[in-house]
């Protein structure tokens, strides 16, 4: 879910002018920042305007148990379930009278019978909502809003945003601030520091 939008990116300094910074530009950075907030905190924070958890449908292997682990398609378990809207096993949906326990890992526990195992694999089917907040905290919009604006700029600059020049008595140098190691995700150490205050785990599909 974006965690911004295209009228207050326009009101930041520098990206008013839509003949520089087009309206298609502008909604991709917002995108990229959401998934680059949700990928490295490994979960979502709900709905900008209306707060609502994210939905999700995922297709799995049956455990054979009373439980299972939900996860997207790449494997990734999806943190904080919040809601159950339905779950089909071998291809039938749950009768009336099941119920589930939703922990924060993403598992779910049947309060009868169990998720059948399936030879074949990816025969139960869930679908639901998870997140960690249903709707972004300040600080969440604030990253959002800095790594949309910073994508926008570096669209435009002939300068490498991460290029850093010093100079000293004993000549110039040219450093690079990098990006993309454990623990920054980002090339602002700023968003870094709430990036990583809001990391729960890996990311809700």
Not at 64 to 91: F, K, Q
Request: hydrophobic content about 35%.
């Amino acid at each position: 879910m974006p965690y911004t939008t295209r009228a207050e990116m326009r009101a930041l300094n520098g990206l008013g002018d839509s003949a520089v910074f087009s309206d298609a530009d502008i909604d991709a950075a917002i995108l990229i920042a959401g998934e680059t907030i949700d990928d490295y905190c490994g979960t979502s924070f709900g709905d900008l305007t209306t707060p609502a958890y994210e939905s999700f449908t995922c297709t799995i292997d049956g455990s054979g148990r009373d439980r299972v682990t939900l996860r997207t398609d790449a494997g990734v378990n999806i943190m904080y379930p919040r809601t159950i809207t339905s779950v089909t096993i071998d291809g039938v949906a749950d009768g009336v009278g099941i119920t589930y326990v939703l922990r924060p890992t993403g598992v779910i526990v049947r309060n009868t019978g169990t998720f059948t195992y399936d030879d074949e694999g990816r025969n139960i089917v869930v679908a639901g909502t998870a997140g960690f907040t249903d709707e972004p905290s300040e600080s969440i919009k604030w990253a959002a809003r800095s790594l949309a604006r910073f994508w926008l700029l570096s669209l435009q600059s002939r300068v490498p945003e991460r290029a850093l020049q010093l100079t000293t008595s004993d000549g110039s140098f040219e450093m690079r601030a990098q990006a993309g190691a454990p623990g920054r995700p980002s090339p602002m150490p700023d968003v870094n520091a709430v990036l990583n205050r809001n990391r729960h785990g890996l990311r809700v599909g």
